[in-house]
């Protein structure tokens, strides 16, 4: 099984920045994406972004896009996200998520995937 921690989640201003980092650890495999969804209060989860596991492609909603930016390290098996210019709208409980296939890019979460347990990000006017 694969074990996910979270962290980099607080609160800031808005226009501010913040860099979330998602650590993978127990069985886990070279083969595996990674990416984010978030949790906004009052609202479904969403889709926010992904990275293949070579880290040669990427995929981010369309209201981060030019804001955030996804990247690994396969070496320690790690996800970031370099949240910059944040707004209100961005508040949100954000889940690392881990997994084979081509889920990334789909956004289909159907073939089964890992999550974490979620960082707290509030971004105040």
């Known amino acids: 099984q694969v074990q996910l921690v979270e962290s980099g989640g607080g609160s800031v201003q808005a226009g501010g920045s913040l860099r979330l980092s998602c650590a993978a650890s127990?069985?886990?495999?070279?083969?595996?994406?990674m990416g984010w969804f978030r949790q906004a209060p009052g609202k479904e989860r969403e889709f926010v972004a992904a990275?293949?596991?070579?880290?040669?492609?990427?995929n981010y909603a369309d209201s981060v896009k030019g804001r955030f930016t996804i990247s690994r390290d396969n070496a320690k098996i790690t996800v970031y996200l370099q949240m910059n210019s944040l707004k209100p709208k961005d508040t949100a409980i954000y889940y690392c998520?881990?997994?084979?296939?081509?889920?990334?890019?789909?956004?289909?979460?159907?073939?089964?995937?890992?999550w974490g347990q979620g960082t707290q990000v509030t971004v105040s006017t």
């Open positions: 998520v881990v997994g084979r296939g081509t889920w990334w890019l789909s956004r289909d979460l159907s073939g089964g995937v890992y």
């Open positions: 990275i293949s596991w070579s880290g040669s492609s990427t």
């Open positions: 127990g069985r886990t495999f070279s083969s595996l994406a």
